[in-house]
C-alpha cells in the first residue's frame, strides 16, 4: 500500500470510526434526551457499519465473506433511520409510533432470515444480482419519503426572502450528506464511468467531520433537535400517540399504583412513562380536559369508592390517606367534586344496598 492509499485509508477508517463514537454520544450521552437524537444515533450506527465494511473490503478484498454481508445488512436499515430522524424532529414526536416499532421489527427478522437462509458466503451470486437490489432500492424508497418530511424545509431554503434556523440547517446537513453517500454507492453498484467503492466511505467521513464541527463551535445544541421549541397552546397530540400515552399511563396509575403517594409530582409522573413534564402537561390539558391534580385525584377517589364499597372496618379518614390524600379536608373535598356527594352518603348508600 503507497503512501496514498494509507492516508486514504486512515482517513476513510477513521470516519467509520469517529461514527461509531457519534452514535454512542447521541443515544447515552446527550444532555437533554429526545426521540430524534436516539435515531440520529442509530443512523451513524448503520452507516459507520456500512463504511467500515467498505473500507476494509476495499483495501484487502481477502476479509472473509461475511463482512460483506453485514454491511449489506446494516443498509437495509439506513433508510428507515434516516426518516425516522427527521420525521420525530420535523413531528416533534417523543414515543416511538407504533407503525415504526413493527417497521423495524420487520426489517430485523427479514435481515435475520436472509442472512440465516442464505449467506453470502454461499449465496454470494444471489446478494449481488438481487438482494443488493432489493436493498438499494428500500434506501431510495425512505430517501423520496424523508424528502416529502422535510418539503417545508426545503421550500423554505429556496425561498430567499426566508432564513432557515439551526435546526432546519442541521437537518439539511444530515439529509443532503444521506443523498450524497447513497448516490456514491448506488454509481459504485451499476459501476458507472470514474466512480469507485471507496467513494461513499469518503463521503461518510466528510459529512461527518462537518457534523463534529457543528458541535464543537455550538455552544449549545439542544435546539438542533427541535423546530419548534415552543408548543403552541393547545395543540393536541396525535391520535396514535394518544393511545400509547393512555396505554402508559393507565399502566403507571393501575398496576405502580403511584397515585398512593401524597408527594407525586407531574416530573415523577412524566419520568414513569418517558415523557417530558411539558408534553404529558399539555396531553393531560389539551387532550384529556384535565389539570395534573384532577387526572390523579381522579383515581385516588375511584379506589376510595372501592375500599369504601368492600371493607367497612376502616374510617373516611384513614382511607383518604390510603389512597394518597394527604389531609381530611383535602380528600373530603376532591370527593365532592368528582362524585358530587360526599364521603360518608357515599359510604351510607353503599351500606342500604
Given at each position: 500500500?503507497?503512501?496514498?492509499?494509507?492516508?486514504?485509508?486512515?482517513?476513510?477508517?477513521?470516519?467509520?470510526?469517529?461514527?461509531?463514537?457519534?452514535?454512542?454520544?447521541?443515544?447515552?450521552?446527550?444532555?437533554?434526551?429526545?426521540?430524534?437524537?436516539?435515531?440520529?444515533?442509530?443512523?451513524?450506527?448503520?452507516l459507520s457499519?456500512?463504511?467500515?465494511?467498505?473500507?476494509?473490503?476495499?483495501?484487502?478484498?481477502?476479509?472473509?465473506?461475511?463482512?460483506?454481508?453485514?454491511?449489506?445488512?446494516?443498509?437495509?436499515?439506513?433508510?428507515?433511520?434516516?426518516?425516522?430522524?427527521?420525521?420525530?424532529?420535523?413531528?416533534?414526536?417523543?414515543?416511538?409510533?407504533?407503525?415504526?416499532?413493527?417497521?423495524?421489527?420487520?426489517?430485523?427478522?427479514?435481515?435475520?432470515?436472509?442472512?440465516?437462509?442464505?449467506?453470502?458466503?454461499?449465496?454470494?451470486?444471489?446478494?449481488?444480482?438481487?438482494f443488493?437490489k432489493?436493498?438499494?432500492?428500500?434506501?431510495?424508497?425512505?430517501?423520496?419519503?424523508?424528502?416529502?418530511?422535510?418539503?417545508?424545509?426545503?421550500?423554505?431554503?429556496?425561498?430567499?426572502?426566508?432564513?432557515?434556523?439551526?435546526?432546519?440547517?442541521?437537518?439539511?446537513?444530515?439529509?443532503?450528506?444521506?443523498?450524497?453517500?447513497?448516490?456514491?454507492?448506488?454509481?459504485?453498484?451499476?459501476?458507472?464511468?470514474?466512480?469507485?467503492?471507496?467513494?461513499?466511505?469518503?463521503?461518510?467521513?466528510?459529512?461527518l467531520?462537518?457534523?463534529?464541527?457543528?458541535?464543537l463551535?455550538r455552544?449549545?445544541?439542544?435546539?438542533?433537535?427541535?423546530?419548534?421549541?415552543?408548543?403552541?397552546?393547545?395543540?393536541?397530540?396525535?391520535?396514535?400517540?394518544?393511545?400509547?400515552?393512555?396505554g402508559?399511563?393507565?399502566?403507571?396509575?393501575?398496576?405502580?399504583?403511584?397515585?398512593?403517594?401524597?408527594?407525586?409530582?407531574?416530573?415523577?409522573?412524566?419520568?414513569?412513562?418517558?415523557?417530558?413534564?411539558?408534553?404529558?402537561?399539555?396531553?393531560?390539558?389539551?387532550?384529556?380536559?384535565?389539570?395534573?391534580?384532577?387526572?390523579?385525584?381522579?383515581?385516588?377517589?375511584?379506589?376510595?369508592?372501592?375500599?369504601?364499597?368492600?371493607?367497612?372496618?376502616?374510617?373516611?379518614?384513614?382511607?383518604g390517606?390510603?389512597?394518597?390524600?394527604?389531609?381530611?379536608?383535602?380528600?373530603?373535598?376532591?370527593?365532592?367534586?368528582?362524585?358530587?356527594?360526599?364521603?360518608?352518603?357515599?359510604?351510607?348508600h353503599?351500606?342500604?344496598?
Amino acid at each position: 500500500m503507497n503512501v496514498g492509499k494509507e492516508l486514504l485509508f486512515f482517513f476513510s477508517a477513521l470516519g467509520a470510526f469517529n461514527g461509531l463514537i457519534l452514535s454512542l454520544y447521541f443515544s447515552f450521552f446527550t444532555r437533554k434526551k429526545y426521540l430524534s437524537s436516539y435515531f440520529l444515533g442509530a443512523l451513524l450506527f448503520v452507516l459507520s457499519v456500512r463504511i467500515g465494511k467498505s473500507v476494509f473490503i476495499y483495501f484487502d478484498g481477502s476479509l472473509p465473506k461475511i463482512y460483506l454481508q453485514i454491511g449489506l445488512s446494516a443498509c437495509f436499515f439506513i433508510g428507515p433511520f434516516l426518516y425516522f430522524f427527521l420525521k420525530s424532529t420535523v413531528k416533534g414526536l417523543e414515543l416511538i409510533p407504533e407503525s415504526w416499532k413493527w417497521t423495524m421489527a420487520s426489517l430485523s427478522l427479514a435481515i435475520l432470515v436472509t442472512g440465516v437462509c442464505y449467506p453470502y458466503e454461499n449465496y454470494s451470486g444471489l446478494w449481488n444480482q438481487y438482494f443488493s437490489k432489493v436493498i438499494y432500492l428500500q434506501w431510495f424508497i425512505y430517501i423520496v419519503m424523508s424528502t416529502f418530511a422535510i418539503k417545508g424545509i426545503l421550500k423554505k431554503m429556496f425561498n430567499k426572502g426566508q432564513q432557515l434556523t439551526p435546526a432546519e440547517t442541521w437537518l439539511l446537513v444530515i439529509f443532503f450528506g444521506n443523498v450524497v453517500i447513497f448516490i456514491a454507492f448506488f454509481l459504485s453498484l451499476i459501476r458507472a464511468p470514474f466512480t469507485s467503492y471507496i467513494s461513499g466511505a469518503i463521503g461518510f467521513s466528510l459529512i461527518l467531520y462537518l457534523i463534529i464541527s457543528v458541535l464543537l463551535f455550538r455552544k449549545k445544541t439542544d435546539d438542533l433537535f427541535l423546530l419548534s421549541p415552543n408548543k403552541y397552546p393547545g395543540k393536541k397530540v396525535n391520535e396514535e400517540e394518544v393511545g400509547i400515552l393512555l396505554g402508559k399511563l393507565e399502566r403507571v396509575m393501575t398496576e405502580q399504583a403511584v397515585y398512593r403517594n401524597p408527594d407525586l409530582k407531574l416530573s415523577d409522573l412524566s419520568k414513569g412513562i418517558n415523557v417530558s413534564s411539558h408534553q404529558l402537561s399539555q396531553f393531560l390539558n389539551d387532550n384529556l380536559g384535565k389539570n395534573f391534580t384532577t387526572f390523579v385525584n381522579e383515581f385516588r377517589i375511584n379506589e376510595a369508592c372501592r375500599i369504601i364499597s368492600t371493607d367497612h372496618r376502616l374510617t373516611l379518614e384513614s382511607i383518604g390517606y390510603e389512597v394518597g390524600f394527604n389531609s381530611k379536608s383535602t380528600f373530603f373535598a376532591a370527593f365532592k367534586k368528582l362524585k358530587g356527594t360526599t364521603p360518608l352518603s357515599y359510604q351510607q348508600h353503599t351500606l342500604q344496598k
